[in-house]
């Protein structure tokens, strides 16, 4: 359990972000996010609540949302476009979700550790996710539903009439040049140093390929000046 001062200076992250005074104008507690909220009719979560701690500075109960609620939120923006007050209760929630990252908050890692083999997939090849990744066992918020795209991509490809459609190898390759202009990006925005404190293993597997790729890279670079 954190301390107050620790969870003080998580609220003190959240409201120093440049989008916060953006997304939050104040609150009537009128509720309408909340009726329009479709994660709130299906999870124990209410963009209002969340509005409200944050508009209220209760810095407890927010810590207490970083736990698990803010994690039920579809990032679908429906509460966005109906606040009368112009909040965005959807954006105030991925401000917290940064923070909490930032912070290693075990209720990320646990939300996240299923997304290991997209971030995998999305930092070493820059696609995010392939229907051959796909597997139920890796996404039970997904339903039932998953078995309509679960599935080996090359196989689905072949109902794909267009012929260079039907290949996994070129519909998914980028290029070394693209790929390193992505690692710096990553880096500079603090995507990987994220990504070190929710899984310092992948983070290590990718950073050992990051290494080998900026060397083949060098190496293209040097052939092209012979
Ligand atoms: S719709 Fe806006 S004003 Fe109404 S409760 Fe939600 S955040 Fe507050
Ligand atoms: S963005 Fe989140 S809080 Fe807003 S309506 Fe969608 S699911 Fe609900």
Redesign the pocket.
């Known amino acids: 359990m954190a301390t107050y001062a620790e969870m003080k200076e998580m609220f003190d992250e959240i409201r120093a972000d440049f989008r916060y005074d953006h997304e939050l104008n104040g609150c009537l507690n009128c509720g309408i996010?909340t009726a329009?909220?479709?994660?709130?009719q299906f999870y124990d979560y209410s963009?209002r609540e969340i509005v409200q701690l944050l508009w209220t500075e209760n810095v407890e109960q927010i810590y207490d949302a970083m736990q698990e609620k803010i994690w039920a939120?579809?990032?679908?923006?429906?509460?966005?476009a109906r606040c009368p007050f112009k909040n965005s209760?959807?954006g105030l929630?991925m401000i917290m979700r940064e923070v909490s990252i930032r912070h290693g908050m075990q209720s990320a890692k646990d939300v996240l550790r299923p997304f290991g083999r997209v971030m995998l997939k999305l930092i070493t090849t820059g696609n995010q996710l392939s229907p051959d990744m796909i597997q139920p066992d890796h996404f039970p918020d997904w339903g039932p539903n998953i078995q309509k795209v679960e599935g080996d991509l090359r196989i689905l490809r072949k109902a794909i009439p267009v012929r260079t459609l039907q290949t996994v190898e070129t519909a998914w390759e980028v290029s070394l040049k693209t790929s390193v202009e992505m690692y710096t990006i990553w880096e500079m925005t603090g995507v990987l140093k994220s990504l070190e404190t929710m899984d310092e293993n992948l983070f290590d597997v990718i950073e050992d390929f990051i290494d080998e790729k900026r060397e083949d890279y060098e190496d293209w670079l040097e052939s092209q000046e012979r």
């Open positions: 996010c329009t909220c479709p994660s709130a963009p939120c579809a990032q679908c923006m429906t509460c966005a209760p959807g929630v």
